[in-house]
């Protein structure tokens, strides 16, 4: 079947040589020299890797035998190419043991790149077409939901695309992750690479995503997790391949990340105050509505039924109790599950002290000023058995330049009885979380002293975050 290529031309007719002699000596040298000139094209000769539409090829538009002996080596050779074009896993499942150290599972054979002008602060990503490519488009055959090792990948020149393919024209983001993009911290922390690599780019902004997690295809993307793309980068479609047939889908640009949190600190740092400032203009935030430079605005982000306080009523009139001794100071209290991207982005613009149990609410956090402070509880359990991830918003508020002023683990409930840390971790996963009056009030006191403290020397020497508004947000 045809490859459904605009791009590619039409092929000629073939006509014979004539007779005479010094006719069929030219096309025979003419048709060796080009020969030789595919053969090397075939092995990657880095001067003829561009495409075969060379301009040698174009002069002649006539009808000569010569020219049409040199369209059938052409198409010929063209032939050859794409049926050399080779389809690999797209999850390679001999490094499934520990597919996020070193050599990563989602297109395995591809070595990841820094370009010179990143430093090597950006994360390392895929481009293609690139030379690491040899000029080639990057082909996908990806459309199952439930198996990576089912899904493939392929390089191609855009001349020789494979049988059946669909060349998709524009930039391509293309995602993959090892948890999902629904999760707030999980779904930031793969978008961040992305909204890094449009604004060194000139801001260019991708016609299409194609989302996988372990290399198995999804088409949706959480719903604060798109609002914040499409904040700082754009509008996000999501591809889903359903309109392409049964064939691969090439990509005439595409940008493939496939590490999270590989990014320095320094540009980290950067990209989130452009997502901060993004998301505060796409939502109205204004100077007026952030307030008082001098005053301590804290918010306790509360969360309903999994992780959240045993008596919410107690642990408020603590924070309260302790935010009237300092001057200027005030308290909110919100639950995250009642209120839209715009209302999360306007609250925490007004935060300078968030206190919140552990959970995705508190990816929120980066929507803050810089230097602000995150307070993070736990239940029962968590310290002991919940691992590394139980860190993530401590990570995250390093990254964004915030201050992490410690955790509190509930050390009362009831234990789990097995040995084993595996059955334990849903044992005390979504428990609820008790408190310590006597602690709270002397944690937040010196929280809030600290904040005031910071916010009354901003104040006075003018440093600080920029006013809302005062400077355009890039790509703008």
């Not at 539409?53 to 050779?77: G, I």
């Not at 050399?84 to 395995?108: A, I, Q």
């Not at 609250?347 to 803050?368: C, I, K, R, W």
Request: hydrophobic content about 35%; aromatic content about 10%; charged content about 25%.
């Amino acid at each position: 079947m045809s490859v459904v290529d605009p791009k590619s031309s039409s092929s000629h007719r073939t006509s014979s040589f004539p007779a005479h002699s010094t006719n069929r000596s030219v096309c025979f040298l003419a048709t060796t020299f080009i020969t030789f000139l595919l053969l090397l094209f075939l092995l990657q000769i880095e001067t003829l890797k561009s495409s075969l539409s060379w301009p040698f090829f174009q002069l002649h538009k006539d009808e000569s035998p010569c020219h049409d002996a040199t369209t059938a080596e052409l198409n010929r050779t063209r032939t050859i190419l794409r049926d050399l074009v080779t389809f690999l896993p797209l999850k390679d499942v001999r490094v499934s043991e520990n597919p996020r150290s070193g050599r990563t599972w989602f297109m395995s054979s591809m070595n990841d790149t820094f370009e010179e002008e990143e430093e090597e602060e950006d994360a390392q990503h895929l481009y293609f077409p690139s030379q690491a490519s040899n000029g080639r488009l990057l082909c996908l055959s990806a459309r199952d939901v439930s198996d990576g090792a089912k899904n493939s990948y392929a390089l191609a020149w855009s001349e020789a695309l494979p049988r059946d393919a669909t060349l998709l024209s524009g930039l391509t983001f293309i995602s993959d992750t090892y948890y999902d993009h629904g999760n707030l911290w999980h779904g930031i922390s793969a978008i961040t690479p992305f909204v890094s690599w449009h604004q060194r780019k000139q801001c260019a902004a991708p016609d299409r995503w194609v989302l996988f997690h372990r290399g198995e295809l999804r088409t949706r993307m959480g719903g604060w997790v798109r609002a914040v793309a499409e904040a700082a980068i754009g509008e996000v479609r999501i591809e889903d391949f359903r309109e392409y047939g049964n064939g691969p889908s090439c990509f005439e640009q595409a940008v493939v990340f496939r590490h999270e949190g590989a990014m320095k600190k320094t540009r980290k740092r950067q990209v989130y105050d452009m997502m901060r400032c993004k998301a505060r203009s796409r939502c109205g935030v204004t100077a007026e509505a952030v307030g008082s430079k001098a005053a301590v605005r804290m918010t306790l982000l509360l969360r309903r039924w999994s992780r959240s306080f045993k008596n919410e009523s107690a642990v408020i009139r603590i924070f309260e109790r302790e935010c009237e001794k300092v001057d200027g100071c005030t308290v909110k209290v919100a639950w995250s599950n009642k209120m839209t991207f715009c209302d999360q982005v306007k609250l925490m613009s007004e935060t300078d002290v968030v206190a919140s149990p552990h959970g995705a609410q508190l990816a929120n956090l980066f929507l803050m000023d810089r230097n602000s402070s995150i307070m993070e509880f736990y239940p029962k359990g968590w310290r002991e058995r919940a691992g590394a991830g139980q860190y993530v918003f401590r990570w995250m508020a390093d990254g964004a330049g915030m201050q992490h002023k410690g955790s509190w683990w509930d050390p009362q409930g009831e234990e789990c009885e097995s040995t084993d840390k595996t059955p334990c971790i849903p044992f005390y996963k979504n428990r609820q979380i008790g408190h310590d009056e006597v602690y709270f009030a002397g944690w937040a006191a010196k929280v809030l002293a600290e904040a005031k403290e910071h916010k009354l020397k901003e104040a006075s020497s003018g440093g600080g975050s920029p006013e809302v508004g005062s400077t355009p947000c890039p790509c703008s």
